[in-house]
């Protein structure tokens, strides 16, 4: 029995790949002490009243910071280059919340790719200097806030027989700027 | 404390606790699943598994049994699927013929995965008439850093199973620790311990350490 088992062993072993060139990725939480002292400023200046979490991420792209935190219902993730200098806010939001004009734009392209779909998720992404990004977050109209907006939606989208998770990028006027095909999750060790 | 140190202390408590416990068996369970894709549906996975009883009375180091399995996959959803599959089981002279049909469905949220089962099996040996049983899990998978688990990262599995052959019922609480070793494989450690036979007579405890190395291609 045991000269099975270890026949068989080896051969799973001679299957595996192991020099393999991976891409890598890892996000992970991080002390607010970890984190560029100008992310930390921002962050620290714009006061949210609830706790606010800090996450790396690293990619063969590089490293980035992101800061998360909660307000008024909504989910925000504030993400930070490596110097600390700010990149975006992401706000994520209802389906039904988006505007009608841009809500029919990105519906009439999702129509025409897809058999199905339904919308998972959907994020604002707001990029702009400090001011206007701080007076976006928290409700202030002011004359000089000045941003760019895009929409990131995660989709489950059905094209012939095909069920996917998709990942889309709208600019304002509702064309596509990036699309993503997400890998399939293996959850063997759920089902197993 | 380090999370995965914190584990290792949860898990001595409950060895220390159950092994005082009357009618305790002990022991080894290392299995190893292999999944390999057949197209964008279906993959075919199999396993090896040993059983080794370190305590039974007495102390002791003896080979138990070795299952061996093979399981066509179908996925029927996103993250639904249907199982069907064999277990030859060797337990000294005797061998056992298991199938058995999973449907599985995993909830995906921010962090934390949730795998539910649902099982039926049925068991054929010589001269015995053919047994069933019926079983779910439950369980429950979170990373111990950041939101997902990536390569090189530990996470924490917690399972919960009940399985009924219609005369008594066993239940199983499973913790494991689990480590991404890379893309395609990773392994866990940890607790099985079964608990059966409380229904009809004194209850039989049963404490497994068990590694399972997972492997998908």
């Known amino acids: 029995m045991k000269i099975i088992f270890f026949v068989l062993v080896f051969f799973i072993f001679s299957f595996i790949p192991f020099s393999a060139q991976e891409k890598f990725e890892k996000e992970y939480r991080v002390k607010s002490a970890k984190v560029p002292e100008n992310a930390l400023r921002i962050i620290l200046k714009w006061n949210f009243p609830n706790k606010v979490k800090w996450f790396a991420e690293e990619s063969n792209d590089g490293k980035t910071f992101e800061a998360k935190a909660c307000f008024k219902k909504h989910n925000y993730s504030i993400e930070f280059s490596e110097k600390g200098e700010l990149i975006d806010v992401e706000k994520n939001v209802n389906p039904n919340s988006l505007t009608k004009e841009i809500e029919e734009k990105i519906d009439t392209y999702l129509y025409g790719r897809f058999l199905k779909f339904s919308k998972k998720k959907i994020q604002i992404q707001y990029s702009g200097d400090e001011d206007s990004l701080y007076n976006t977050i928290f409700n202030i109209d002011a004359k000089s806030n000045r941003f760019i907006k895009k929409y990131e939606l995660v989709v489950l989208g059905k094209q012939q027989k095909e069920l996917a998770l998709y990942e889309f990028l709208f600019d304002e006027r509702g064309q596509v700027l990036k699309e993503l095909k997400f890998k399939p999750t293996d959850f063997l060790n759920l089902e197993f | ?217």
Do not use: C
Not at chain 2, 29 to 45: G, M, N, Q, R, Y
Not at chain 2, 187 to 215: C, H, P
């Open chain 2, 1 to 217: 404390m380090k999370k995965e140190n914190l584990f290792f202390v949860m898990i001595f408590i409950i060895v220390v606790k159950i092994s005082a416990q009357s009618n305790f068996e002990a022991g080894f369970l290392p299995k190893i699943i292999f999944s390999t894709k057949i197209d964008a549906k279906t993959k075919w996975v199999n396993s090896i598994e040993s059983r080794t009883i370190v305590f039974d009375e007495t102390y002791q180091f003896s080979h138990n049994l070795v299952d061996l399995s093979s399981i066509y996959s179908l996925k029927s959803g996103l993250n639904h699927s249907f199982n069907l599959g064999y277990i030859l089981r060797f337990r000294g002279k005797e061998t056992i013929h298991r199938t058995f049909q999973h449907y599985n469905f995993v909830s995906d949220f921010l962090s934390l995965k949730i795998g539910n089962r649902i099982a039926f099996e049925q068991f054929y040996q010589v001269d015995d008439n053919v047994t069933f049983r019926t079983r779910y899990q439950a369980s429950v998978q979170k990373p111990l850093n950041g939101e997902k688990v990536d390569v090189k990262e530990f996470y924490l599995k917690l399972g919960n199973e009940y399985l009924t052959d219609f005369n008594d019922l066993e239940i199983r609480f499973t913790p494991y620790l689990g480590y991404q070793i890379s893309k395609i494989d990773k392994l866990e450690f940890g607790l099985d311990y079964r608990v059966n036979d409380f229904i009809t007579s004194t209850a039989q405890n049963n404490l497994w350490f068990r590694t399972t190395w997972y492997i998908s291609l």
